[in-house]
């Protein structure tokens, strides 16, 4: 039994891989007309979101000219998309031993990738809004830089919805496995590494170990300070927010 479980896990995990590789070739290779997938809905819920009308414009991407606006295939969220589908889909084979049975792994994986397209479809699109509105904020002098704040409001977009999905998922498992959501320690330790290590892991670690892929150096060393920057500093301040609640609460307790 326990070798059976090991062939399953090795096989979802080579699977998983598999389909990683092949969307991430399809985003480093593909245009505005072959991504379209990702960039025709996330043009239709920006526009959505913020009234903003755009129009396909070929060998670009979506734009609006009036509002110097353009959803490019850099912009399509396709690096998200794969993070959270590997995210997902391997705890999902992780957490092999909890589910029911093992014929709910490969479901599991189709609905982690089809869950995944779903929320980068939505946190592109955020992310995209929250960007116009920083473009327009009279917030900028000295090193503080469009292009900055442009960058670290994305990291932090992404990488809070990345460990948002994640919590979202284990509460769903434990909650399956008969245990309830309340015995759920939200922002613990665990729960916040796995993200983060899978994030740095696809956003610095894989560029890096692909060293021929790196075009500018000097660029490249500015991107991994600043992903690592940001992202070890919004889990500091989460787990500072959960040690400060946890006092609060624990101060209006009666002894």
């Known amino acids: 039994m326990e070798r059976r479980l090991l062939h399953i896990k090795l096989a979802s995990v080579f699977i998983i891989l ?36 755009f129009v396909c414009e070929a060998g670009t991407g979506w734009v609006n000219y ?27 084979v992780y957490a092999l031993r909890r589910m029911p049975s093992v014929k709910y792994l490969f479901p599991a994986i189709v609905l982690s990738l089809v869950f995944a397209y779903g ?10 809004r929250v960007s116009i509105i920083l473009y327009g904020a ?11 704040v442009h960058r670290v409001a994305g990291i932090v977009i992404y990488y809070l919805s990345l460990l948002g999905c994640y919590t979202l998922l284990l509460m769903f498992l434990q909650k399956a496995a008969g245990q309830g959501a309340g ?57 500072l927010g959960r040690c400060l609640f946890r006092q609060l609460m624990g101060r209006q307790v009666p002894r």
């Open 119 to 128: 929320a980068t479809l939505l946190v592109n699109s955020a992310r995209i």
């Open 183 to 239: 015995s759920f320690r939200l922002l613990n330790g665990g729960v916040l590494l796995v993200p983060l290590l899978c994030y740095l892991l696809f956003t610095v670690g894989v560029p890096l170990v692909r060293s021929t892929g790196i075009r500018d150096p000097e660029q490249f060393v500015y991107h991994a300070l600043t992903v690592v920057g940001v992202s070890v500093g919004c889990t500091v301040v989460l787990l």
């Open 18 to 53: 598999t389909l990683a590789y092949l969307l991430k070739s399809i985003y480093s290779q593909g245009n505005s007309e072959t991504l379209g997938w990702l960039l025709a809905p996330t043009a239709a819920l920006v526009e959505l979101f913020t009234g903003i009308p």
């Open 138 to 148: 009279d917030i900028y002098k000295g090193w503080l830089t469009p292009e900055l």
């Open 66 to 92: 009036h509002h110097h606006v353009a959803i490019v295939p850099s912009c399509a969220g396709g690096n998200f998309l794969i993070i959270l589908f590997c995210l997902l889909s391997l705890h999902c």
